[in-house]
């Protein structure tokens, strides 16, 4: 083995044990979420201590479009970054024919500082000023995704996926086992990807659409949490299409089913005492939990751009689909976008339910996160806690991605928290994005319209 490969972690040593290593691809997140990089020979990586890419990567949309850079002279000649391997993050990638492994690269600019766009060092950067006041943020983040049939048509609706009965997955069984064990095949090589890779699975269940899954995992390093969900998502989709299907982590990708979440569980810890600072003594909540949640409130509607990055995911926000319209807060109830669970004083923490599944990890839970720390410093009240259904009050979320951005950029505050130069790149994307999409002529309009009007 290489010198390197002491750095990395067991499973990836185990994996690697009486194996020649083939393989290495030096990939990072973009800013859908997307794995870009190279992939190069094993004994090429040895040889090489850092890679380079174009920043520009960053500007490309979700269509392979490119956005115009919101700043910077040199910003035309596409300037090379510095691709830095976190051996921490290295693992398998089970599914390849040759022996491979995947390592996540950080990018830094030539000068050797972070690039301020590169949606892993976001989270970073806002995990950076929870350390400097003292605290360090736990999440624990949920995974709704679909299986579905193989769609190469993209003018065709999707539907659900064949099951071993030999008929289409059904809906309206949440939690059923037997629903589960419709494409348990899949399931049984999620579960083997993930040991070899090294990814804890805290457990899996049938949601509420036909052939929809949640995988919930283990509260731990957002870092870490939104790394692991990169990953999960490559590894996902790898393993249904050995098995004939799709997944897809639309947030509404079947007309009439539920959406799919990204449900996150925050609490924050003294980094001092170790505890988590929601919680006092006797076990009662603090000042600080309530101040995260007011945060929350007050600074969400200007993350729901990066929580619903495509105008796909506003069809997620509808009343009684079991996705929050609201920024109520209430403790046990679903129907509020601000849920507190059941938990013991230790596990004290929030729920943010309006989060999408086609949201980036890294800027799902940093704009999350970046909500909480402003509501600690700030140290407003939240509004009163609903205890009713949520969903008999008035929507409180922007209908579109366009009103979307335009509140991001109107909030001061969580710009700087999240960075302005990353800011002002990421509306440029989204407004191209949504510029295209207003393009395209709906099958909804050609029937409704095209005589009728």
Known sequence: MSNWTTKIPEAARDFLAGRRLDEIECILPDIAGVARGKAMPAFKFDKQTHFYLPTSIFLQTITGEWANAPGGEDEYKEPDMTLVPDFSTATAAPWTADITLQIIHDAMTQAGQPVPTAPRNVLKRVLDLYAAEGWKPVVAPEMEFYFVERNVDPN??????????????????????????????????????????????????????????????????????????????????????????????????????????????????????????????DGSETPAFLHFIAGMQNHLPAAVALLAPYVNSYRRYVPDFAA????????????????????????????????????????GIAASLACGYLGLKE??????????????????????????????????AMTEVLGPDFVALYASVKRDEYKEFQQVISPWEREHLLLNV
């Open 156 to 281: 065709m609706p999707i539907t659900p996926p064949m099951g071993r009965s030999g008929r289409k997955a059904a809906a309206k069984q949440a939690y059923s086992m037997s629903a589960v064990d419709e494409y348990g095949k899949v399931i049984d090589d999620i579960y083997d990807y993930a040991e070899a890779m090294g990814l804890e699975i805290d457990g899996i269940l049938q949601e509420g659409g036909a052939g929809q899954v949640e995988i919930n995992l283990a509260h731990g390093n957002p870092v870490d949490l939104a790394d692991h969900i990169f990953f999960f998502k490559r590894m996902i989709r790898e393993a249904a299409l050995r098995h004939d299907c799709f997944a897809t982590f639309m947030a509404k990708p079947i007309e009439g089913e539920p959406g799919s979440a990204m449900h996150i569980h925050h609490s924050v810890v003294d980094l001092k005492t170790g505890k988590n600072i929601f919680s006092a003594e």
């Open 324 to 363: 929050p319209i609201n920024l109520e807060w209430g403790r046990d109830n679903r129907t509020t976008g601000l849920r507190v669970p059941i938990s013991g004083p230790e596990a004290r923490r929030v729920e943010n339910r309006l989060a999408g599944m086609d949201c980036n990890p890294y800027l």
């Open 379 to 412: 140290k407003k009240d939240p509004r009163p806690e609903c205890r009713i259904n949520a969903y008999m009050g008035e929507d409180e979320l922007p209908l579109t991605l366009g009103d979307a951005i335009d509140l991001l950029v109107e909030d001061t």
